[in-house]
């Protein structure tokens, strides 16, 4: 007889809550935040499309939406003036 395992993965990577005002991310025990007044892109999206999010390398894609977000630039928005809509 085989045991089971117990737990599962937890990836280092989720769409930790959407409030009225932006989305929440954890990534790589980081917490950001996305207001919809900077990425417009998610506002009235589907939660479900949001919440299918992947982490490729060194940025986030959410494939539903064709969004793709290099996570340098959430880390230091500063950087990266230019906002794709």
């Known amino acids: ?13 989720s769409v930790e809550n959407i409030t009225p005002f932006g989305i929440w991310l954890l990534v790589e ?3 950001y935040f996305l207001s919809y007044k ?8 589907p939660i479900r499309q949001i919440l299918n999010m992947e982490q ?3 940025h986030l894609y959410w494939p539903d939406m064709d969004i793709d977000l290099e996570l ?11 906002i794709a809509a």
Do not use: V
């Open 38 to 45: 900077d990425y417009p892109m998610f506002l009235d999206k």
């Open 56 to 58: 490729q390398f060194n």
């Open 29 to 31: 025990n980081e917490e």
């Open 72 to 82: 340098e630039s959430i880390k230091a928005p500063e950087k990266y003036p230019l």
């Open 1 to 13: 007889m085989r045991s089971l395992k117990h737990g599962k993965n937890i990836s280092s990577t």
